[in-house]
């Protein structure tokens, strides 16, 4: 994996002056494929968990997701593929921008028709490890009309829609930008990402 590649230079300028950037076509077309596979085969299976919210962990009409976390010590071969390339570009953006990203934490994620996430930050409320959120999209030929949009709010009051094109990667910082994701016409799979830093008491 060469972690020179002028795009992941591009990614780190983007979130440095930016602090968000949107990536398309991170992974080919076969591996992002692959990914899709493997989520709908894991839907199919009822491996899929009705996400959670909160210390409580109680189940929530805030976020109408279903979730499967990546076994970091039991990747398939899809996993690996996304996992190697998002390494690589934690790998970059510790180099370029002087992060302290030690791990990535990734699910898939799958949104019934009509089911979103409201607005809400990725730092949980007693961590602050989670550092950049990536999102990943699995969804060939979708079509703005569609909806299901990822609404990213930025600092002065505008927000940007970016839709879950299949190959595309969202990229933000996950203190900073608060955002919600639309309810769609359609099924939306997507793969949720944290780049995490080390933080006091943490095992790493
Ligand atoms: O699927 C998306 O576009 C974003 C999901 C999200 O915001 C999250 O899981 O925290
Ligand atoms: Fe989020």
Request: aromatic share 8%; hydrophobic share 40%.
């Amino acid at each position: 994996m060469n972690t020179r590649s002028p795009q992941f230079h591009d990614i780190a300028t983007a979130l440095a002056d930016e602090g968000w950037c949107v990536v398309p076509g991170f992974l080919s077309a076969a591996q992002t494929q692959a990914l899709a596979d493997e989520c709908l085969a894991l839907r199919d299976a009822q491996r899929l968990t009705p996400a959670r919210v909160g210390a409580l962990r109680t189940a929530t009409p805030l976020r109408g997701d279903s979730t499967h976390w990546f076994q970091a010590d039991a990747p398939s071969a899809p996993q690996q593929a996304f996992t190697d390339r998002i390494d690589a570009l934690r790998v970059t953006l510790n180099r370029e921008l002087m992060l302290g990203l030690v791990e990535c934490e990734s699910h898939y994620a799958v949104y019934p028709p009509g089911a979103g996430y409201t607005r809400h930050l990725d730092r949980l409320r007693d961590s602050d490890a989670r550092l950049v959120s990536a999102v990943f999209y699995l969804n060939p030929a979708w079509r703005v009309a569609d909806g299901g949009a990822l609404r990213l709010h930025l600092a002065d009051g505008s927000s940007r829609d970016i839709f879950p094109h299949a190959g595309t990667l969202l990229l933000f910082l996950s203190a900073q930008f608060e955002h919600e994701v639309l309810p769609a016409t359609r099924e939306r799979m997507s793969i949720a990402c944290w780049m995490r830093q080390r933080t006091p008491g943490s095992v790493f």
